[in-house]
């Protein structure tokens, strides 16, 4: 039997956090907003049945849809096997991405022995932080971190100003994010067009997503951005931030100054996953991550016989 699964929709955020609520996973896929941002370059969809959120989207690399876990309240078991019956109905196997290490307790709790889960590359785990650490940038291991902040503000004293994101000023994080793009040789990429789609709806829906962010500025001209949002009572989740990789210190600045200004209340800030790039993995792990958001595959046991 299909599902109802729909375009998702502003109007959907209550009902997706709150069944996000009865389990506090630190996965970005568990966060409204992500699933909301990239619901174009995923082309996720979105239902509830029966106390729980059902999740189809389509991965870049993948020819068939896939879906994330349920979550929500009520039979669990239940809700696995309406995936089992939609993936029948449209003649796809049945894959389930993203699943949390809590979430495999709970799957074979309800459906012993029926899947095989497995992790097959780090490019999608998540880096989780603890917040104290991002915003203090103390201890030796962050001394080089600590290093760029203190020289680039030596170095631009009365030049610079960080500044909290509004919609009065949005429109020049976005003109940034375009000149960072073509600056990098990415402006005609398939993900570029992802990410820039992204980028606009959360802009443009910004109070509404619950969003905060920020603006780094030297001479008044935009030199990195950042925003993210409360995604758990004790996490933030970082969607986007960008900088000048020219200019040293700023990266380090611009991830410093949103924490100090907008972290106070949680434990942990998830700046969500390296995708595989080098350079991105090169610096997310120089942080110092106190954990990893581990996401595992799910496939019926059936389909490795």
């Given at each position: ?49 029966d106390g729980f959120l059902l999740v189809k989207m389509r991965p870049l690399d993948g020819e068939h849809d896939c879906y994330l876990a349920p ?158 949002c409360q995604a758990t009572p004790d996490m933030y989740v970082m969607q986007i931030e960008k900088a000048d990789s020219e200019i040293a210190g ?56």
């Open positions: 039997m299909l599902l109802p699964f729909r375009e998702i929709t502003l109007e959907d955020k209550q009902a997706v956090e709150e069944c996000g609520s009865h389990y506090n996973y630190h996965l970005c896929e568990r966060c409204f907003v992500d699933l909301f941002m990239w619901a174009g370059h995923y082309q996720t969809q979105i239902c509830f049945a979550i929500g309240e009520g039979d669990l078991g239940a809700a696995l096997d309406a995936l089992e019956a939609d993936a029948a109905e449209r003649g796809i196997p049945l894959t389930i991405v993203s699943v949390a290490e809590p979430m495999i307790e709970r799957i074979e709790a309800v459906r012993p022995g029926k899947f095989v889960f497995s992790h097959d590359s780090e490019d999608g785990d998540d880096y989780i932080y603890l917040a104290e650490k991002l915003r203090t940038l103390s201890g030796k291991k962050l001394q080089s971190k600590r290093n760029l902040v203190n020289r680039f503000q030596a170095a631009y004293e009365g030049r610079w100003s960080y500044e909290d994101m509004t919609p009065d000023n949005v429109k020049d994080a976005f003109g940034y994010h375009i000149k960072w793009c073509n600056r990098n040789g990415c402006a005609h990429s398939r993900d570029f067009q992802g990410e820039t789609c992204a980028i606009v709806v959360a802009l443009r829906n910004f109070d509404a997503l619950g969003l905060r962010g920020g603006l780094l500025r030297l001479d008044g001209e935009v030199i990195a951005f950042t925003f993210g700023a990266y380090q600045m611009i991830n410093q100054q949103f924490v100090l200004h907008n972290c106070d209340d949680v434990e942990y800030v998830n700046r969500e996953e390296d995708l595989g790039l080098e350079g991105l993995r090169k610096a997310k792990k120089s942080y110092y991550p106190v954990m990893r958001g581990v996401k595992y595959i799910a496939i019926p046991k059936e389909r490795q016989a």
